[in-house]
């Protein structure tokens, strides 16, 4: 099977999840039929149309492909005609996620590495297509983007698969690459979410806040300083005895 097959199917595969999961996102929101076409689409295709901006080889492949738009459609009917529950959600949806993520960051670093780009695109490319969906999605609906933090390893997860693909794309194994990255990416994301992993967040504004201050004791302050408040005129003078 050639390069551009398996990246075609394993787009696909990522558009018809991310579909789904967009429309989870506006059955939560209480969309309508309007709502849950536009959120599951922009959620199916809007990491890939922005790598094939960004790669410049002719329009998005979601435009020329007749193929995507209904399949990120068909994902978001399914999320419309089909109640989920929150167990629901922990026990399947979570697992399309972390699915939907290393398919699309090995799709990614695939489109990125066949237009001839060295490996740190690849990279880049393979983590923004995985993630860009997604955030545009939370944007749309007014929530901070999962990407951003709060939650499991999550854009982490795609730079350790696009990376893994890229390194065995260099030594010509494309297909174990590609398995092993979709394997090794999914279990990554759900024991982060099991075992609660995830990146520090910064410092509170209060701790950084004191460890900003500066404080000097008596002996550090320039003795003019200690000269004015001590009330007298010359600096380098001693203690005044009285004559």
């Not at 959120?39 to 790669?55: Q, T």
């Not at 193929?67 to 009917?77: D, S």
């Not at 695109?121 to 990407?147: E, F, H, K, W, Y």
């Amino acid at each position: 099977m050639e390069i551009a097959t398996i990246t075609t199917v394993l787009d696909l595969i990522g558009v018809c999840i991310n579909g789904l999961l967009g429309g989870v996102v506006a059955r939560n929101r209480g969309f309508d039929l309007f709502g849950f076409a536009v959120i599951g689409v922009v959620s199916g295709l809007g990491g890939g149309v922005v790598r094939d901006v960004l790669l410049m080889e002719g329009p998005p492949v979601a435009l020329t492909n007749p193929l995507y738009v209904p399949t990120a459609l068909a994902g978001t009917a399914v999320a419309f005609l089909l109640s989920f529950t929150e167990q629901d959600w922990n026990r399947v949806f979570l697992g399309l996620d972390a699915l939907a993520l290393s398919v699309w960051a090995i799709a990614g670093a695939q489109k990125t590495l066949a237009a001839d780009l060295t490996w740190v695109p690849a990279i880049l490319l393979g983590t923004l297509t995985a993630v860009g969906g997604g955030a545009i999605r939370d944007l749309l609906v007014q929530r901070v983007p999962t990407v951003f933090g709060g939650n499991e390893l999550y854009a982490s997860v795609a730079i350790v698969v696009a990376t893994f693909y890229v390194v065995c794309s260099a030594f010509g194994a494309v297909v174990v690459g590609t398995v092993l990255g979709i394997v090794v990416g999914t279990l990554m994301r759900l024991l982060a979410y099991r075992r609660g992993w995830g990146l520090p967040s910064g410092m509170p504004y209060e701790a950084r806040e004191v460890l900003g201050r500066v404080r000097r004791t008596p002996r550090e302050r320039p003795p003019r300083n200690r000269a004015r408040r001590l009330g007298r005129k010359d600096v380098g003078e001693g203690p005044d005895d009285g004559g």
